[in-house]
């Protein structure tokens, strides 16, 4: 925190155009007296027509990042934070650069990409799914023809459950693959050619557990 000046905290919120999580974060911003620094993922001719303090693209870390440290010490922010896991990792290290309280950059990246997340596991010998990875211009039914079923096709990075389809059989595996992969490249914005996650299915409940971490204490919410 700067204590050493007479204005209220400040926070940057680092946003993607379409997120349903903006109003909450400011309204809870504004109910305890903080002043918000707004950072979007979209281009600079869209900028001042949205309202944002600053545009830069969340895809392109190298790139955003300087900017993203630049104007939290422009503006004497206190804390950096991602309202939406597309900026989880660019927030850790822009508040690591600040000096700020920050997650892990490297379990901020872990947290959004499901293949850091499964080799991350594997290689601590957490027992884990068989996985693979294919890229989006693969053959599907080549890929299929060397799979065990039922499996599941997951995009790399996207999140809310979005392109995660089960496999039953070869026909099934090909449908899920080009369904996925169409999802994925439909989010790409530097023409890459977007990976695939190929995983085992793991019968049984699926439980969801959602909570807060502060300083090693988890509050499940």
């Given at each position: 925190m700067h204590e050493d000046r007479a204005h209220s905290p400040r926070v940057m919120l680092l946003m993607s155009p379409s997120t349903y999580r903006a109003g909450a974060f400011l309204k809870a911003a504004a109910d305890v007296g903080v002043e918000v620094v707004s950072v979007t993922d979209m281009p600079e001719l869209l900028r001042e027509y949205w309202h944002q303090d600053l545009a830069v693209s969340f895809a392109n870390i190298e790139q955003a990042f300087p900017d993203v440290v630049r104007l939290a010490r422009e503006r004497a922010v206190d804390?950096?934070?991602?309202?939406?896991?597309?900026?989880?990792?660019?927030?850790?290290?822009?508040?690591?650069?600040?000096?700020?309280?920050?997650?892990?950059?490297?379990?901020?990246?872990?947290?959004?990409?499901?293949?850091?997340m499964r080799n991350m596991l594997a290689n601590a010998g957490v027992r884990s799914p068989w996985f693979g990875v294919h890229p989006v211009s693969?053959?599907?039914?080549?890929?299929?023809?060397?799979?065990e079923y039922p499996c599941v096709v997951k995009p790399i990075r996207l999140s809310g459950s979005r392109g995660v389809i089960r496999a039953d059989d070869t026909d099934s595996f090909v449908a899920a693959f080009t369904r996925t992969a169409a999802i994925a490249l439909d989010e790409v914005t530097d023409g890459g050619d977007p990976q695939i996650l190929i995983e085992e299915y793991l019968p049984g409940d699926e439980v969801a557990v959602e909570g807060l971490l502060t300083d090693g204490d988890l509050h499940i919410l």
């Open positions: 804390a950096v934070l991602s309202v939406d896991d597309a900026a989880t990792e660019l927030a850790a290290l822009g508040a690591r650069e600040l000096g700020f309280v920050h997650n892990s950059p490297d379990a901020a990246a872990a947290a959004r990409d499901k293949l850091i693969g053959d599907p039914r080549t890929i299929a023809e060397t799979l």
